[in-house]
């Protein structure tokens, strides 16, 4: 008899802890259903039609990381490299349902054989226990059998990460401390929830529509240059200003901070490799904002500085920063090799050694660049770091020339 696992939760959203889980899961099951509730009387951040999306980009996701695990840097668990091949090979094996009503009644409509409950090493133990006995009382009345397992998440560093934690997180603006615990595509659902209020700092009127349009450009397509891509550069923004207050206060007028917000919001609005892309992006922010009933003389000018050409010296403190944030990812040694690998995901149209060739052009620009970052702040911070990471996929894309 085959062995049918169900994995239940409410995935709101799913994280990097949940993954584990289901790579366990795929190694001990011939077949894994991961099952959504839904109550109605629960108010979630996502409808479970966008959660079963959310958890089927984060499979894909996962498979990505696989495929690219040398320029994405990550290492797989042995139990990751098995659950990563069994996707590839025989991607049957894996289903997402959505379900309301008691759990055992979907596990059982489902065929399922074993129930699957996952449990981080602190927090959740006795709470399992109490719904494993609740669960035994119940199948033991509709007279059913259901094997029930716990499987724990592997990595530490997963174990006090929980979807609301994820929320949290940014719900504070800490976008990028987010992005650890959840794959790039649920990173990306999530900026779409959290980054409006940001928006609407400087979209005063008509910033629905404004909005609407705004995400649809940063959806269809991108891997990076999302708005993932903007949460990170907003983040770093604001950690400048938190830190560096007093300069901020004395050197900002009352104007430049929103106009910040825009320009980054706006920078990579058109991103399809044209030489023009900047210019078109500074257009539309200017037309933008005219329609919102905002305007800031310098909006064109500020987006125009992540094109990163010219001599930058003496520009004001604003167009600094918009440079730096732009650039503060080159030396993230956390997130550099996902950056590498949606980079390459986002122009997948050209075949390896034409990539390579381009890609190779544009890392040896950045390393000739006598001021890659601007700001001492960002200079202490990233500069070396950067050179280390941009040498190491500058020589991964050289072999493959």
Request: glycine share 4%.
């Amino acid at each position: 008899m085959k062995k049918i696992g169900f994995y239940a939760g409410s995935f709101d959203p799913f994280t990097k802890g949940h993954l584990a889980i289901v790579c366990e899961a795929l190694c001990a099951f011939d077949e894994v259903i991961i099952g959504i509730g839904v109550n109605s009387a629960k108010k979630t951040l996502f409808n479970h039609q966008e959660r079963e999306k959310l958890i089927a980009s984060s499979i894909d996701d996962f498979i990505c990381f696989f495929r690219y695990r040398q320029l994405s840097r990550k290492i797989f668990s042995e139990t990751e490299f098995k659950a990563a091949s069994r996707l590839i090979n025989e991607p049957e094996c894996l289903k997402i349902v959505s379900y309301d009503g008691l759990t055992i009644d979907a596990a059982i409509r489902n065929g399922a054989n074993t129930l699957i409950r996952g449990e981080r090493i602190v927090g959740d133990h006795d709470s399992e226990m109490a719904l494993a006995f609740v669960n035994r009382e119940l199948l033991a009345i509709r007279r059913q059998h259901l094997d029930l397992i716990t499987l724990s998440v592997p990595d530490v560093k997963l174990t006090y990460i929980s979807s609301t934690a994820v929320k949290n997180l940014c719900s504070l603006g800490e976008f990028i401390a987010a992005q650890k615990y959840v794959m790039p595509s649920v990173h990306q659902a999530l900026m779409i929830k959290y980054l409006n209020p940001y928006y609407v700092l400087f979209a005063l009127s008509a910033c629905v529509p404004l909005w609407t349009e705004l995400c649809r450009a940063y959806s269809e397509g991108r891997f990076y240059h999302n708005l993932s891509h903007i949460g990170y550069c907003l983040n770093y923004a604001n950690i400048y200003a938190g830190i560096m207050r007093e300069e901020c206060v004395s050197v900002l007028s009352k104007d430049e901070k929103p106009a910040l917000y825009a320009a980054i919001f706006y920078h990579d609005y058109f991103c399809s490799g044209r030489e023009d892309d900047e210019v078109r992006s500074a257009q539309k922010a200017k037309e933008d904002l005219q329609i919102a009933g905002n305007s800031f003389p310098d909006i064109e000018q500020l987006v125009m500085m992540t094109k990163h050409t010219g001599n930058y010296i003496e520009v004001p403190l604003v167009y600094q920063l918009i440079h730096d944030v732009d650039l503060a990812i080159l030396g993230d040694r956390d997130n550099y090799g996902t950056y590498a690998m949606q980079i390459r995901r986002e122009y997948s149209q050209y075949d390896t050694k034409s990539y390579a060739r381009k890609r190779c052009e544009v890392l040896r620009q950045l390393l000739d660049t006598d001021y890659l970052y601007l700001t001492e702040f960002f200079r202490k911070a990233f500069q070396e770091n950067a050179e280390l990471n941009i040498k190491t996929e500058l020589a991964y894309w050289e072999e493959r020339m």
